[in-house]
């Protein structure tokens, strides 16, 4: 039970308290005073009658204004918001003693040294963080705050020295310990992004109402802070150069170019000139040229279906990747640029790797960092959203106001399965808006495949025999389902066959751990 009295500030109110206490043979647990006239008690629960008689005889104690009962302690309160707090923090904290000593630990330091607890406190500091004294430091004549670099279960850290200070009866300070605070070198590039964020969030254009997508932008908005290759998988149409475009402008090269290489629409020796540029002399030209390498120095360069480039041009990636370095075309001067590769591909790289159609030491370097575009047929909560934004963008475009959805309309974009995925979707509402004559958009102004008489849907193109086509549904059925089920047997009794028939057809579909992301 606890209690808090409101009272004057008078000489000996507190003792008056503690005799009634006594006088019930009542066990004082704990007790506060807190300036302003309030005592705070804490004891044992007692019986509601004793409780009754108790509440008056303090209440009759010259000097006290009101007594009631409270569900905590001032200090109570304190201790679990700095419990909370401590234990919400992502970085690792320390409480240490005079000594060094470990007293208070949180759970990133826990988690982050795989122990209990128990086995962290009362534990000399240095022997979890190496590359500062911190016995000299305690034993100083002034301990003041510092920010040192050590390192924690071997790796760099940015480490804050923040000493505590207890006054004593006179006002003073008595160093009591210090808190340790840790920094990653990956928490303070988080950090120092935010700060640089522009105040436009550059995820905000991406529909994200559907599960699958707001997995993506929260995965994306974490890959955007980094330098590492990255990588996005999807099928055509669904968006991965706009997301592309969002991982650049939430990174920290928001500021410098964006320049984007499309690897399938201009021939080979085109592209290489496009990418590394030209010496002076080399294909006629007087004067030399800079290639999108150089253009986007400091900024990011996207190669758009990566998956095309021919394996001359894999080779050449490949040691600019290694090196941070290449030639120009023509050229024997090596040219070194600081930027941030991201490729886009509608194309399973790790099939073409099987293939032998493209590098499988390119394909590592590339794929760093995966983020996959679901299709639109997986994320049926954002098509309405989508349209929503198309029909104002072209509305504007048009110069007319945007029509309204009708039901039927609504119903038909929802179920149509959307093999050209966003882009289609897109397509279609353009086209839509330029033959509207009305204020609302219908079902019969919509025109899709397949939602006719004279027109069928396939899923996709159909481009072998039937034996063929049935393979390649096994084969990307079966890449599709392997990462949740990843053993043989789970993935044969997912599918109703035996064992053994699986490990066959992912033999022969080349589908392991190593060529699919689990």
Not at 111 to 140: A, C, K, P, T
Not at 312 to 325: A, C, I, N
Request: negative net charge.
């Amino acid at each position: 039970m606890r209690l808090e009295i409101s009272c004057q500030d008078r000489l000996g109110i507190t003792q008056d308290v503690l005799d009634i206490l006594v006088e019930y043979e009542i066990d004082l647990r704990g007790i506060e005073i807190v300036t302003g006239g309030k005592i705070y008690l804490h004891f044992p629960n007692i019986d509601f009658e004793d409780f009754q008689h108790l509440m008056p005889r303090i209440r009759r104690i010259p000097g006290i204004d009101d007594v009631k009962t409270t569900p905590f302690m001032p200090g109570e309160r304190e201790q679990h918001q700095l419990r909370a707090l401590l234990r919400t923090l992502p970085d690792p904290v320390f409480s240490i003693d005079t000594r060094g000593n470990i007293v208070v630990a949180n759970e990133a330091v826990v988690n982050s040294l795989e122990s209990s607890y128990d086995e962290i406190v009362d534990q000399d500091i240095e022997q979890f963080i190496q590359g500062f004294n911190f016995h000299r430091w305690l034993e100083g004549d002034e301990v003041l705050a510092q920010t040192h670099k050590v390192k924690f279960i071997e790796q760099d850290y940015l480490v804050d020295l923040l000493p505590i200070d207890v006054p004593d009866t006179e006002g003073v300070s008595i160093l009591a310990g210090a808190v340790v605070v840790l920094k990653s070198e990956h928490r303070l590039g988080q950090q120092m992004n935010a700060l640089i964020q522009p105040t436009t969030h550059s995820f905000a254009r991406l529909q994200t109402s559907s599960p699958s997508m707001k997995r993506v932008v929260r995965e994306a908005q974490k890959m955007a802070e980094l330098d590492a290759p990255l990588l996005i998988c999807g099928e055509t149409g669904t968006g991965k150069e706009q997301l592309a475009r969002a991982c650049h402008e939430g990174s920290r090269r928001a500021e410098n170019e964006f320049v984007v290489l499309n690897c399938a629409s201009i021939p080979d020796d085109m592209v290489e000139l496009e990418l590394f540029g030209c010496a002076s002399g080399a294909y006629g030209n007087n004067e030399a040229r800079s290639g999108l390498l150089e253009q986007a120095e400091n900024g990011t360069l996207l190669l758009d279906e990566v998956g095309s480039m021919s394996p001359h041009l894999q080779s050449k990636l490949l040691r600019f990747l290694q090196d941070g370095s290449f030639r120009r075309v023509g050229g024997d001067k090596e040219v070194t640029v600081n930027l941030r590769i991201i490729s886009v591909t509608q194309s399973d790289l790790s099939q073409l790797v099987q293939e032998e159609k493209f590098r499988e030491d390119l394909y590592y370097r590339l794929n760093v960092l995966t983020l996959t575009m679901p299709p639109l047929r997986q994320r049926k909560q954002d098509i309405i959203g989508l349209t929503e934004s198309f029909m104002q963008l072209h509305s504007r475009q048009l110069g007319r106001k945007a029509p309204k959805l009708n039901r039927s309309a609504v119903e038909l974009l929802q179920s149509y399965p959307w093999p050209g995925n966003v882009r289609q979707l897109e397509n279609a509402i353009y086209r839509a808006l330029t033959l509207l004559e009305k204020s609302e958009l219908s079902k019969d102004d919509i025109e899709l495949p397949g939602t006719t008489g004279s027109k069928t849907y396939f899923p996709e193109e159909i481009k072998g025999t039937l034996d063929q086509e049935v393979k390649r549904f096994e084969r990307d059925l079966l890449r599709q389902l392997y990462p949740s089920y990843p053993s043989t047997r789970q993935l044969a009794k997912k599918l109703g066959l035996s064992h053994t028939a699986i490990a066959n057809k992912l033999r022969e579909y080349g589908i392991n751990k190593k060529t699919v992301k689990i």
